[in-house]
């Protein structure tokens, strides 16, 4: 009764702070701090809109970099570098500096459906106390605007360094100051992203600890498992897309050789992670909830038969419908995933083939012109 009583009072607890939005990110902290100044200039008693926070923001944070390269007589030698590249290139990374920031307020508002999903649902079927201490754990690491913030300013640093290291060995130049600075910047941001990545990568392989209660008789089809699924299945795609963009791009501009070991490292690798780490978690879940299932029923069928009354019609008909349900419930699948899961992790893949095609489609058309 006391186990029971703390598994309740924890729980509520959690779903009290969850509601009263007491977990906040690094980038749930600057945009309140982004919409309180854009509120006291305009007068506005209404929140800013977090698209038009992390626009505004990141156009703030780029800004030194664009003065430098106006003032300090970088323009030349940017417009040499870009003269390196196929036209049309210049508006791609234009625009993929700016996705940059709308993948950073998409990762956050993701994070905060993880926290929804948990408080409508899920927090009410977990049955330990131990599963509620690992997903506040996992909240406060996530929430940890310290540690986020140190991860993505020198994963900024290292990233824009190597990005900068790779313009300078192809071209055979030193970057100007100020697209170095922008290169930073840009980097800065991927890795506000990955960090909230990385922490959906950490949940999906704690999942398949978590105690949850499943629907008894098949706990494969539970309606929390589908939402799970489908949480994490949005992620992927939202990884894929991103990734495909950032590829067409790269491989428009001729530098995919250069950039594939970071494609790898921060796309590819934690979009097969998350997968496989979510995909093996739900299905611990449904295996732990089937054998539970299948545990009491055998204990129920022992009870039964520790009668030893089986001349008895009534004691032998109950065995056999508890036989007959443990077969049925033993009988229903390990997992909450389907092939229609599978067909649509194939297809985040094929985004990433689909845009190296396009990014190489002039490579990609002469190998199918006939040979004089």
Not at 11 to 32: P, S
């Amino acid at each position: 009764m006391t186990t029971d009583t703390a598994l309740i009072e924890k729980r509520q607890e959690l779903k009290r702070r969850l509601a009263a939005g007491e977990y906040k990110t690094l980038v749930d902290v600057l945009f309140d701090w982004m919409s309180r100044v854009i509120q006291k200039i305009t007068r506005s008693p209404h929140p800013v809109s977090p698209w038009i926070n992390g626009t505004i923001l990141f156009s703030l944070v780029m800004l030194p970099a664009f003065t430098a390269l106006l003032f300090m007589g970088d323009v030349p030698a940017f417009i040499i570098l870009m003269a390196a590249f196929p036209q049309g290139t210049l508006p791609l990374i234009v625009l993929l500096v700016y996705l940059n920031s709308l993948v950073m307020i998409v990762g956050n508002l993701f994070i905060h459906r993880v926290f929804t999903t948990f408080h409508d649902s899920v927090l009410d079927a977990i049955e330990s106390i131990a599963t509620l201490d690992d997903f506040e754990n996992w909240l406060t690491s996530v929430c940890n605007r310290k540690l986020h913030f140190i991860v993505s300013l020198v994963g900024g640093v290292l990233g824009g360094s190597y990005v900068v290291y790779i313009y300078s060995i192809t071209f055979g130049l030193f970057l100007p100051v100020s697209l170095a600075i922008g290169f930073l910047v840009v980097y800065t941001f991927i890795f506000i992203f990955l960090y909230l990545l990385l922490f959906m990568a950490v949940l999906s392989a704690r999942l398949g600890r978590y105690h949850v209660k499943l629907y008894t008789a098949d706990p494969g089809n539970s309606e929390i498992l589908g939402q799970l699924a489908n949480l994490f299945s949005n992620l992927v795609y939202l990884v894929a897309i991103y990734a495909a963009f950032f590829v067409f791009v790269i491989a428009f501009a001729g530098l995919l050789i250069q950039y594939i070991v970071f494609l790898i490292l921060l796309f590819w690798m934690p979009l097969t992670i998350v997968f496989v780490f979510y995909q093996r978690s739900l299905s611990s879940i449904v295996r732990r909830a089937k054998w539970k299932s299948l545990s009491e029923i055998q204990e129920k069928v022992e009870k039964l038969h520790g009668v030893e009354n089986f001349e008895d019609k009534e004691t032998m008909d109950a065995i056999n419908r508890l036989m007959d349900y443990h077969d049925r419930v033993k009988a229903t699948r390990d997992s909450a995933l389907d092939f229609r899961t599978y067909l649509s992790f194939i297809n985040s893949l094929l985004l990433l083939l689909l845009a190296f095609i396009l990014g190489n489609l002039d490579l990609v058309l002469s190998l199918f012109k006939k040979q004089p």
